[in-house]
């Protein structure tokens, strides 16, 4: 059972080893996670862009190319391209994203003829170990979908449970998160959770067990859900969060990483392969997860 990042660097190096595509690789953060996911033999790179422009980012924090592939491409846009070409050809297993506009680098992930699409809802999935839980979160989607239907929950839904099991949670824990634990018609995510929890009790959403509403504090604490006397299979052991919306699922994410002792990685999943679209706040830590992370689903 993985409960932290050091079950899960652990699992990762048990199975193969798989192979990441940089889209404009010379991006200093991102060139030192891809130097610690070889030397920790997370997964090996394949550097994509302005091989001068990687070379000296390189020469700076010390970083050995003989021991990666380098494919000379200048221009941005065709450097996000190539990269994501090298992922539909299987060339390489998953792509990330070094030091080019998020929208470019998307577009070329969304590319008809070598993008990554399946004609599924791309969603993001955030793993996070937090100080004092025995178990990893996820939280989902705090990057990519800002407001989500009922139907568009349901794919978040399922992308998160994807992720989970190539963690290793076989029957991941979910819990739609909303402000209250009843079903308020005033309250249109109160709505959508309890469907969602419907659906799963029907077998429409399987791989899982969903149980919602629930509040945060009665999704994660087992006392606070003995106090509110709310009960079912994931009051107080979530595994998965679903927030209603990318502000709430923001301000989650942004709260942990920034007032809490936690470690975390996020990908992009609901296409062929995983991508990795981390922020250039993140830290070099969590850039380096999001690699690892992004390894195990393409191992699963």
């Given at each position: ?291 690892a992370l992004a390894a195990l689903v393409a191992q699963?």
């Amino acid at each position: 059972m993985v409960k932290n990042f050091d079950d899960l660097l652990a699992k990762v190096k048990s199975g193969q080893i798989k192979k990441v595509a940089v889209a404009v690789a010379q991006d200093e953060p991102v060139l030192e996670a891809v130097k610690a996911a070889q030397e920790q033999g997370i997964a090996e790179a394949i550097l994509v862009g302005d091989e001068s422009a990687i070379k000296k980012v390189a020469d700076k924090i010390g970083m050995d190319l003989t021991k990666f592939e380098i494919l000379h491409e200048p221009n941005d846009i065709k450097a996000a391209l190539k990269a994501v070409e090298l992922v539909s050809k299987g060339q390489a297993n998953m792509v990330m994203k070094g030091l080019v506009d998020t929208a470019n680098f998307l577009r070329a992930v969304l590319n008809k003829e070598v993008g990554l699409r399946t004609g599924r809802l791309m969603s993001h999935v955030a793993v996070f170990e937090i100080k004092g839980f025995d178990r990893l979160i996820f939280l989902t989607d705090a990057a990519f979908n800002m407001y989500p239907d009922l139907k568009a929950k349901i794919d978040i839904l399922n992308n998160a449970v994807e992720v989970a099991h190539a963690v290793g949670i076989d029957t991941p824990k979910v819990a739609p998160v909303c402000a209250v634990e009843v079903v308020n018609p005033d309250m249109p995510a109160t709505i959508d959770a309890s469907i969602l929890s419907k659906m799963n009790d029907r077998g429409q959403i399987k791989g899982c067990i969903v149980d919602g509403p629930l509040a945060l504090d009665n999704a994660i604490s087992e006392e606070a859900a003995k106090h509110k006397k709310v009960g079912g299979p994931v009051a107080g052991k979530a595994d998965i969060l679903l927030l209603p919306n990318i502000d709430a699922a923001n301000v989650m994410y942004k709260t942990l990483t920034y007032t809490s002792e936690s470690r975390n990685g996020g990908i992009l999943v609901g296409t062929s392969a995983p991508v990795i679209l981390t922020s250039r706040a993140d830290s070099f830590e969590t850039k380096t997860y999001s690699i690892a992370l992004a390894a195990l689903v393409a191992q699963k």
